[in-house]
Structures are given as C-alpha cells and as structure tokens.
C-alpha cells in the first residue's frame, strides 16, 4: 500500500510518514501542496494524507480536484489538520474526505482511522 502525504510543513510530512513506519507502512510520497499533490499522485496511490491550510491548493481544494479524476474516486482520503470545529470538519467531508483527525496526534490514533478506511481501499 502506498500513501501520499500533503502537507507544507516539511515537520509535519515527517511525522505522518514516521508514524506511518511505526505502525508498519513504509511506501509513501510526499507534496508540499494540492498542486504538488496533484502532480505526484498516480495509479500506485492507495491512500492519501493531507493537511488543510497550504499555500497554492488547500487540502479541500486538493481533495475535490482528485475525486474529479477518474483515478481519483475511490482513493481513501484523510485529513490532519489542526481546524477543528464542526462546520470544518463538515466542509471538509463534503468536499471528499473520507475521515478527519484534528492535530496533535499519536500513531494510534492514525492507525485506527486508517484501518477504518482500509476496506474503501481495497475496493
């Protein structure tokens, strides 16, 4: 299984693929941004991770632009991000995302929204 990770924070990007390796994925690809994102994503992404607030494509930019490709419909989509009131998370739903985690978090918490969607992923 193969994960994009998107975030501007080259930190961040760190942390999600070091959490990642904690609990046992170790394919991924980063961008800095939607656009970035959008470039790299290809038919070997099974999973995608990605921040909100980025400059030059937001991660519900990002997110709606992807589910408009044919490639792009079924890939499980979960954003971290630090917004966490509820008319963000419905915004963020609304615009593809596939479940929401609010930053900090710890790889447990990754693992379990992970594991949520891994069935969408294998479909």
């Known amino acids: 299984m193969k994960f994009l990770v998107v975030d501007d924070s080259a930190t961040m990007r760190r942390i999600v693929v070091n959490s990642l390796q904690r609990i046992g994925f170790t394919d991924t690809v980063e961008a800095a941004d939607g656009q970035e994102a959008l470039a790299r994503f290809d038919g070997s992404i099974s999973f995608v991770i990605t921040d909100w607030n980025m400059p030059n494509m937001s991660g519900t930019d990002f997110t709606r632009a ?7 419909v079924n890939v ?14 419905l915004t963020a739903m609304e615009a593809g995302v596939n479940n929401y985690i609010v930053k900090p978090f710890t790889p447990q918490v990754l693992k379990e929204k992970i594991d949520a969607l891994l069935p969408a992923a294998a479909a």
């Open 76 to 89: 499980p989509v979960l954003m971290v991000t630090a917004r966490s009131v509820k008319e963000d998370i």
């Open 66 to 72: 992807l589910r408009s490709r044919p490639d792009g």
